[in-house]
Each structure stands twice: as C-alpha cells, then as structure tokens.
C-alpha cells in the first residue's frame, strides 16, 4: 500500500513557544519511523522577529521535511497570506491533516482548505479549549469562536486531546465531540543517555555539590513561577533544607522574567536561585537528570511535556492540580499533587525535599509509568490508525465537510 501522506499545521516552531511547538518534531520523527510521508507547514515566526529559514520550499529542519511561510503581522494571530493560498492548492495531495493549535490564522486557513478539498483533519487545541484558557482574553476568544473556531471544531473529523482532563474540560465547558486521547511522545534513549548527565553541577559551579529543585519550562505568567520561588526561599529557611537551590530554567516574556529576578534580589536570596536560561540538547538532559525534585506549579497545563520527561529521568515532580497530568501522577504515586494556596504548596513542597527515600521511589515509579505509556513507537501507532481511520474516506464526509 501506498504510504499514509500527513500534513501537519502550526502556526510556530521557534524555541519561545515551548512545548508544544516543539514536541510536533518527535511526533513527525516517530511517524516517519513507522512509515508515514509527513510534512510540517508553518510561519517563520519568532516572537516579534523571524526564523533564519527559507520560506516556500521543503527543507529539512530538525530532521523532518518542512515549509515555512511569512508571518506578515500578529504575533498573537499569526497571519500568513502565503501560508494560506499554499493550504488552499496543496491539501487535497494529503491523506489527512493534522492541526495543532486553533486560535490562530495558520489553522483556521487549514480547517477551511480541508473542508474545501474534502480532506479529513485532526485538530489538537494545546489546551487552549479550557475554560481557565477561555477566560484569557476572553473577548477576542469569544469573537474567534464564532467566526472560525467553533465551525472548525464541529467539521474535524477528530478532536486529539493529551489527556483525559484535557478531553472532559473542553467537551463539559463546550459541549465538543468526537474526542480522542492520545499522550505526547518522550524520545526515551535521548533523554535516559548517560553521557548527557555529565555534570550539570559542573556546568553551573553556582549549584556546586547541593541537591536542586528544577523548574524547566517557557518563562510565562501561567507558569506561577512566582509561587515556586516564594515558597521555595520560605522552606529554605528550615536548618535541614538550607544547602538546597532552585534552578529556573527557560527563556520567554522578558518583563516576567525581570519581576522573578526582581523577586529573587528582594529576598537576597541570589545564591539560592539559578536562571540559566534556555537550554535544549544535552544541556537540558543534564539538568534533567541531575535534578531531585521537579516542579511545575501552572495555573494552567492541559500536559507538561517537560513533567514526563523528568519522570522518565526518575526525577519525581511536584505539580499543581491544575497540570492535566495531576491526577496520573497521583494514582501512580510518581510525584506529589497540591493546590495553589501559598502554605500548602510550601509545605508540600518541604515535604518532598526533605524525604530523599520517597523521592526515590516515586522518581522509580515515574520512570516505570513514562516507559510504559508515553514511548513514541506506541503512540505513533496510535496516531497512524487514527488517521487511517478516516483517509480515502471523503464520500461519508461530504455533507459535514462543506463550506458554508
């Protein structure tokens, strides 16, 4: 049989937009694996500047075949007129389409192609039908819900959510549909190499031989950055927990991450708390594994990618509840749960540093959990039959895919 062709369409891939700009290319990776012709659509865009790339032809960019169009204004929106006329003759030579993202003018020109050229598509919200998600900006949400986002949702063949909170947030608050629950993948061997961990104490002499808490993640005010560093300076208060340090790794809003330096300098507290800044490669495996606790205090997280992967270093994490991947990590007691409230969270987070043995077996129990549930091998599988599902199926899908 012919290979299964996939299109996949996000608005960015730069670095800044974290996770999950990030995790399409482990996904297009494990989907060549298995045999699958995929090819990456999206804009240059870079926060206010452009990606160094060359825009309307394939290339390969981190090892998967891409094209990449002009973000011409909108950060926020991302509009590409060249990206959209593309969309408009290109579809109807894939198989099936898979979004990522829906508040933005890359998938809302995508959806609208698909249904054009009937060709089923696959939309992935990153989080963002989740009514706390909503309510940000609420009122440019509610504009694009009716004009595009809600007739893109009701003509999608497959609604793909992370996790299962993810999939009963958005279809309680929305009424949705046709929603399916496939994780994001981990590159296990990567990340378990044991090269990578050389040293991380080495690379930052600041940390020196002590024990650390590493929050890894974009720099952005859903994040509750905040949170952690306050409640992190209080425990370090305590005799025993005193040789203790925080590492704060990632790059992002810039204004957010002067107010958490700010915060730092007030306490003077600068030799507890280490901002590295972005890391990626080897660098991020490093802190990964030299890590002994990791924490993740969102006001919002529909999956955390950088929570598994500390998991699948047998790294244990301290996550909100408001991270969807809260109630996992609590049934398989690879971590720890807390709400937001200030002492709480404090006491939660003492507790975890202070019991090297419960880290330990709940690191273990995370690692087992990660192997078992979030290898991309299973899950590209997973994403394979979703879309075989419904290629070379365009007749039954006529009516629904029509354009009004």
């Not at 060549?32 to 394939?58: F, K, M, S, Y």
């Not at 950088?306 to 909100?320: D, F, H, K, M, R």
């Amino acid at each position: 049989m012919p290979a299964l062709k996939v299109l996949h369409v996000i608005p960015a891939v730069a670095p800044r937009y974290g996770g999950p700009s990030q995790a399409i290319f482990e996904m297009c990776r494990a989907l060549r694996q298995q045999g699958a012709e995929v090819l990456i659509a999206t804009t240059d865009a870079d926060g206010p500047g452009h990606l160094a790339v060359e825009r309307g032809r394939t290339i390969d960019f981190q090892g998967v075949p891409a094209i990449f169009f002009a973000r011409q204004w909108s950060e926020r929106f991302g509009y590409s007129r060249p990206l959209a006329r593309w969309l408009d003759r290109q579809v109807a030579g894939f198989d099936a389409v898979h979004i990522h993202a829906i508040f933005s003018h890359p998938c809302v020109a995508a959806a609208r192609a698909c249904r054009r050229r009937l060709v089923p598509y696959i939309v992935r919200p990153l989080g963002s039908l989740d009514p706390w998600s909503m309510r940000q900006k609420a009122w440019r949400k509610r504009v694009m819900w009716h004009l595009a986002a809600k007739r893109m949702l009701d003509g999608a063949a497959a609604v793909h959510y992370t996790t299962p909170e993810e999939q009963q947030l958005a279809e309680s608050s929305l009424a949705l549909r046709d929603g399916v629950v496939i994780p994001l993948g981990i590159d296990l061997r990567r990340l378990q190499e044991t090269s990578a961990a050389a040293s991380f104490h080495q690379r930052h002499p600041a940390l020196s031989n002590h024990p650390y808490v590493l929050a890894l993640s974009r720099i952005h005010p859903k994040k509750n950055i905040e949170l952690l560093i306050e409640a992190f300076l209080s425990v370090v208060e305590q005799p025993k927990l005193a040789g203790w340090r925080l590492v704060i790794a990632g790059d992002g809003e810039a204004d957010y991450l002067a107010a958490l330096q700010g915060l730092v300098r007030q306490r003077a507290q600068s030799d507890k708390v280490i901002f590295t800044g972005w890391l990626d490669g080897i660098e991020k495996s490093a802190a990964l594994q030299g890590a002994a606790l990791f924490a993740l205090p969102s006001r919002q997280e529909n999956f955390g990618i950088a929570v598994v992967e500390s998991l699948a270093c047998g790294v244990p994490a301290l996550v909100s509840e408001h991270v969807n991947l809260a109630p996992e990590i609590a049934s398989r007691a690879a971590g720890w749960v807390t709400t937001l409230d200030p002492g709480e969270f404090s006491r939660t987070l003492a507790l975890a540093m202070g019991d090297e043995a419960e880290r330990l077996r709940r690191g273990g129990a995370g690692r087992d959990w990660v192997a078992e549930r979030f290898s991309w091998d299973v899950l590209a599988t997973r994403l394979i039959s979703l879309y075989s599902t419904f290629a070379g199926k365009e007749l039954p899908f006529e009516a629904r895919y029509s354009v009004s």
